[in-house]
């Protein structure tokens, strides 16, 4: 697995928010909720950083401390994926806990998914799946470190997602483990290109609500914990309006199993 080291060398942006004392994450709390162990470049990055957002665009949601079992048994019980696996839009993979089902670790403040496909085999082994939000499938042979090493470092391409994905200068922001801070304000961000939701301005309604989901019969709502729901109600502010995205590429760089 790729070490912490190699991800803060491609995208050094992240190192101001590492935790030197580490975060004391109970992995035993989330995995009674979560019902399996996590590959261990994760648990390092979880240990080493908070939840961690890129562009205004890309959240890497580590669990809470204090808050594990909501992490666990949120992404067990991933609402998203069981719709879309029962209206057949998951090109053959099934939620977890099913046999090789999926496992949420990222996502975009737009649509776009990133997962882990399980296994019996370690959990060092388990692949990266994304679902972009124009409804790509692909698979990567890497772990989640790796991944967003390769992402940042411009050796892997993430078919379907939108213009200026990575950035040149990708900035990043951590969020504090606190939850009663206040929302951080909108960065710069990549240029995503997606329509807006119907249901007007999010950021307006009493409870913040996270991920928006498009599907075939109107939008749905992923939870998140509250860290993650400060950063998604504050990035309402800078969501763009527009709703084109990349073709993938045929570059040199590794691009993930096309699976439509």
């Known amino acids: 697995m790729l070490r912490i080291e190699e991800l803060e060398a491609a995208l050094p942006a992240i190192t101001p928010w590492r935790v030197a004392a580490g975060r004391s994450v109970d992995w035993a709390a989330l995995e009674a909720a979560l019902g399996t162990a996590l590959p261990s470049d994760f648990r390092s990055l979880a240990e080493a ?27 067990r019980e991933d609402e998203i994926l069981q719709d879309l ?8 993979y099934v939620p977890f806990p099913q046999p090789g089902g999926l ?4 996502e975009s403040n737009s649509g776009d998914s990133f997962y882990w496909r399980t296994g019996p085999a370690d959990p060092d082994a388990w692949p990266v799946v994304v679902r972009g ?9 890497v772990g989640a470190v790796e991944f967003l090493a390769g992402v940042y470092g411009r050796t892997i391409d993430v078919p379907g997602m939108p213009r200026g994905f990575p ?18 304000e909108p960065q710069a961000h990549v240029n995503s290109d997606r329509p807006q939701a119907p249901g007007g301005d999010r950021h307006q309604q009493q409870q913040p609500t996270s991920l928006r989901v ?7 709502v992923r939870r998140s914990g509250p860290v ?25 760089t590794m691009a993930g199993v096309h699976c439509q």
């Open 133 to 141: 939000d124009n409804g790509d499938w692909s698979e990567f042979p």
């Open 85 to 92: 696996y029962e209206m057949g839009d998951t090109e053959g």
């Open 103 to 106: 496992i949420s670790w990222a």
């Open 167 to 184: 950035s040149d200068d990708p900035k990043v922001l951590g969020l504090s483990d606190r939850i009663d801070w206040p929302a951080p």
């Open 214 to 220: 498009p599907r075939r019969d109107g939008w749905k």
């Open 228 to 252: 993650e729901q400060r950063w998604l109600s504050a990035s309402e502010h800078t969501r763009s309006a527009r709703n084109e995205r990349t073709s993938p590429s045929h570059s040199s």
């Open 49 to 75: 950083y908070p939840v961690l957002v890129v562009d205004d665009f890309l959240m890497v949601s580590s669990p809470t401390p204090g808050a594990e079992a909501l992490w666990g048994s949120a992404r």
